[in-house]
């Protein structure tokens, strides 16, 4: 709980090996007392019963925070899968509550991402969608080489070229994620993350489509639809980041120093899988706990 508000992560969940990354960051911040439950958002097709067998398993021991939350069973299930994820926002309508989603694929998280994240959520009444700083983000990425936490050109870097969630550079390259990783992973180890933080925290444009692996809403934003939590527009990014801060008035905004590591898009994974990254990240996460 944070600032009287109850913490409620929630992963849409597909993929057992970099949840269970994941897993190790949601167990020490409900340790801390910053997270109050995990759910994790079944969305699994029928071939991958080892990944919801890994669900349940994570599930098991940890009933009392860790939830398994299935979809709707009035729903009709949509393709491609991502488009399920929108509802989920049905079970998100308690207004003492500030919901925080998770990717299954955010595979590092700073010690006090978590608490920034709601912190701001809370303080800024007037913003829809608070969104971490998003390590392997086209916008986030873009904004990190213009205030120089990111190397550009001159270092022999590709230069992000707009500030677009599908960038060419930011979104699709392999090689740029490949560097980024090896920039925050050398930072990790040297115990100097917050050297790459933003100056400052960062409104976006108006309609601004913005990846949404990481952010936080309160739950008063989902009450307030017709009916509570029913997603007035069929797909949950356009929603958060388009359709829904045009149609209320509210702004969004990237919290500057609420890191979090985004694994990979999928033009990234040939260059991505093909290093050791993912196995560097698993052994800091399992070193957390120790």
């Given at each position: 709980?944070?600032?009287?508000?109850?913490?409620?992560a929630?992963?849409?969940?597909g993929?057992?090996?970099?949840?269970?990354?994941?897993?190790?960051?949601?167990?020490?911040e409900h340790?801390?007392?910053?997270?109050d439950?995990?759910?994790?958002?079944?969305?699994?097709?029928?071939?991958?019963?080892?990944?919801?067998?890994?669900?349940y398993?994570?599930?098991?021991?940890?009933?009392?925070?860790?939830?398994?939350?299935?979809?709707?069973?009035?729903?009709?299930?949509?393709?491609p899968?991502?488009?399920?994820?929108?509802?989920?926002?049905?079970?998100?309508?308690?207004?003492?509550?500030?919901?925080?989603?998770?990717?299954?694929?955010?595979?590092?998280?700073?010690?006090?991402?978590i608490?920034?994240?709601?912190?701001?959520?809370?303080?800024?009444?007037?913003?829809?969608?608070?969104?971490a700083y998003?390590?392997?983000n086209?916008?986030?990425?873009?904004f990190?080489?213009?205030?120089?936490?990111?190397?550009?050109?001159?270092?022999?870097?590709?230069?992000?070229?707009?500030?677009?969630?599908?960038?060419?550079?930011?979104?699709?390259?392999?090689?740029?994620?490949?560097?980024?990783?090896?920039?925050?992973?050398?930072?990790?180890?040297?115990?100097?993350?917050?050297?790459?933080?933003?100056?400052?925290?960062?409104?976006?444009a108006?309609?601004?489509?913005?990846?949404?692996?990481?952010?936080?809403?309160?739950?008063?934003?989902?009450?307030?639809l017709?009916?509570?939590?029913h997603?007035?527009?069929?797909?949950?990014?356009h929603?958060?980041?388009v359709?829904?801060?045009?149609?209320?008035?509210?702004?969004?905004?990237?919290?500057?120093d609420?890191?979090?590591?985004?694994?990979?898009?999928?033009?990234?994974?040939?260059?991505?899988?093909?290093?050791?990254?993912?196995?560097?990240?698993?052994?800091?996460?399992?070193?957390?706990n120790?």
């Amino acid at each position: 709980m944070i600032n009287g508000k109850k913490v409620v992560a929630f992963t849409p969940y597909g993929r057992k090996n970099t949840v269970s990354v994941l897993k190790e960051y949601m167990l020490r911040e409900h340790e801390k007392g910053v997270i109050d439950e995990w759910w994790l958002c079944l969305n699994t097709d029928p071939n991958q019963a080892a990944d919801l067998k890994y669900a349940y398993q994570i599930h098991k021991p940890h009933k009392s925070w860790i939830k398994i939350v299935e979809r709707p069973r009035d729903v009709v299930r949509l393709t491609p899968k991502q488009r399920n994820t929108g509802y989920f926002y049905r079970y998100m309508t308690d207004v003492d509550t500030v919901y925080v989603r998770f990717d299954d694929d955010i595979v590092y998280l700073h010690d006090d991402a978590i608490k920034r994240l709601v912190e701001a959520k809370i303080r800024m009444g007037s913003t829809l969608t608070c969104f971490a700083y998003i390590w392997n983000n086209a916008v986030c990425s873009w904004f990190g080489q213009k205030h120089g936490k990111i190397p550009g050109a001159s270092e022999g870097w590709p230069e992000v070229e707009q500030s677009y969630c599908m960038d060419s550079v930011g979104w699709a390259r392999g090689d740029f994620a490949v560097k980024l990783h090896e920039l925050l992973l050398s930072k990790i180890a040297t115990g100097s993350v917050d050297e790459l933080f933003l100056y400052q925290d960062i409104p976006l444009a108006p309609r601004q489509q913005f990846s949404v692996s990481c952010f936080a809403v309160d739950g008063v934003d989902y009450a307030a639809l017709t009916p509570p939590g029913h997603l007035d527009y069929p797909e949950e990014e356009h929603w958060h980041t388009v359709h829904r801060p045009e149609k209320v008035n509210k702004d969004n905004v990237i919290v500057g120093d609420a890191l979090v590591s985004h694994y990979t898009f999928y033009p990234q994974q040939k260059e991505v899988f093909a290093t050791d990254i993912l196995d560097r990240y698993r052994k800091i996460a399992e070193g957390i706990n120790v």
